[in-house]
């Protein structure tokens, strides 16, 4: 019989690439959507339009803050597999809104955990949980599951009591829990605010005559960015073995923000040469000497985590995972995608 999987964060970045990866492997999938006053459902179109809407994709109104529908909903599904990936997961806006990402980040776990229990079945459960949680350690790198947790701001400090209670309910109530510990992972489905998006839509924009210059924030954050698309097969590995456990996925490399804004342009054949350095650092076209970037000091965070540099060998050799998507072919497919999106919009 056809697996049935359940995904909070369904319409998210990741949850619209686990969706279909579990469709391909003949899944039945449930998504939980919470209500929004427009459709947020933009990442899974495709999925609506397809032959597996009603059939083997069926998406439930819910919210991962609201423990009632939860429960109702797993009682429902039955699912054998469920992948909590819904969250408040911008770190710089968790500083505005601490309270509300302690709930829906941290909290939420709790409840879907509770609810699982409640079911009475073995769902096997992964966690989306994240390099943040290291966050602070400057000189231990690269980080592996040894690595002590240290976060850095409002949404690390909730990821880390989701990380703990997952383990918690493994440990006391057997439960075949797992821990995801993701580094950076980025696609044309990023969300437009988190900083690779930001960067490859603004290229878009400029070559398009749309936008006249990207401010940006700190440039020398050094982050571990990988595909989406590869790290959803990881979380599935993670649940298909004998025994659970967490494990980090990453690509063993680090590049700085700067780094990414450079390979971006360069994309669409624009050389950036660099002036200045911290808050004065401007970023300007080497051919024509035009200003492309420079800093807006509001997009620092009150506290930053300065370096991710993951290491996979636990993944790599437990659960055969491998990365296949290079730093530039990512940072390629990302400016391409946007290229082609803003060419589209008359
Ligand atoms: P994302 O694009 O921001 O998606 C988050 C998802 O959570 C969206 O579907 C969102 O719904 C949903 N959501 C938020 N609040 C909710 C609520 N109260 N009830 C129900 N759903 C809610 O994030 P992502 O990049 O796909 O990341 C997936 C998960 O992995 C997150 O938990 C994130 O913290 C974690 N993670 C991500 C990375 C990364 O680099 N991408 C790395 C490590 C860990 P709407 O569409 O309605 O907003
Ligand atoms: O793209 P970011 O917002 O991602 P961040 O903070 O690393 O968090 C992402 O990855 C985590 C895994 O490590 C996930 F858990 C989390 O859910 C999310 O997916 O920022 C990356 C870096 C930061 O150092 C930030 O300060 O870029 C720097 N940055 C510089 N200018 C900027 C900007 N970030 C954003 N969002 N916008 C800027 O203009």
Not at 8 to 36: C, M, P, W
Not at 123 to 136: C, D, W
Not at 180 to 198: A, D, Q, W
Not at 277 to 296: A, E, P
């Amino acid at each position: 019989m056809d697996k049935t999987a359940l995904i909070t964060g369904i319409t998210g970045q990741d949850g619209s690439y686990l969706a279909d990866f579990l469709l391909e492997k003949g899944y039945q999938v449930h998504g939980l959507v919470r209500r929004n006053s427009l459709p947020n459902t933009q990442r899974i179109h495709h999925i609506l339009n397809s032959k597996y809407n009603n059939v083997k994709f069926f998406l439930h109104y819910a919210d991962i803050a609201d423990s009632g529908c939860l429960v109702r909903l797993i009682g429902q599904i039955n699912p054998d597999e469920v992948y909590n990936l819904a969250a408040q997961s911008h770190v710089g806006i968790s500083f505005d809104m601490p309270e509300y990402t302690a709930q829906v980040t941290g909290v939420s776990t709790v409840r879907l955990l509770e609810a699982v229990r409640a079911s009475g079945k073995d769902s096997r459960f992964y966690q989306a949980s994240t390099s943040e949680l290291f966050g602070g350690l400057k000189d231990t790198a690269p980080q592996n599951e040894s690595t002590p947790f240290y976060p850095k701001s409002p949404y690390g400090a909730a990821k880390l009591y989701s990380y703990w209670i997952t383990v918690n309910y493994r440990e006391s109530y057997d439960m075949y829990a797992c821990n995801g510990i993701l580094f950076n992972h980025e696609s044309p489905r990023r969300g437009e605010n988190f900083v690779t998006r930001k960067i490859t839509l603004a290229v878009a924009n400029i070559l398009a005559g749309r936008q006249e210059k990207l401010s940006l924030g700190n440039l020398d954050a050094k982050r571990d960015w990988g595909f989406a698309g590869d790290y959803v097969e990881g979380m599935w590995l993670m649940l298909q073995q004998p025994l659970p456990g967490d494990y980090v996925l990453a690509t063993n490399e680090t590049h700085t923000v700067q780094e990414f804004a450079q390979a971006a342009f360069q994309v669409a054949g624009i050389t950036l040469c660099w002036e200045g350095s911290g808050i004065n650092t401007k970023g300007y076209d080497k051919q024509n000497g035009r200003l492309l970037v420079d800093i807006d000091p509001a997009l620092y965070r009150p506290a930053e985590v300065e370096l991710l540099w993951g290491d996979p060998a636990k993944a790599e050799h437990k659960l055969g995972w491998r990365r296949n998507v290079s730093f530039s072919n990512l940072v390629e497919m990302m400016v391409e995608s946007d290229i082609k999106m803003v060419n589209s919009v008359k």
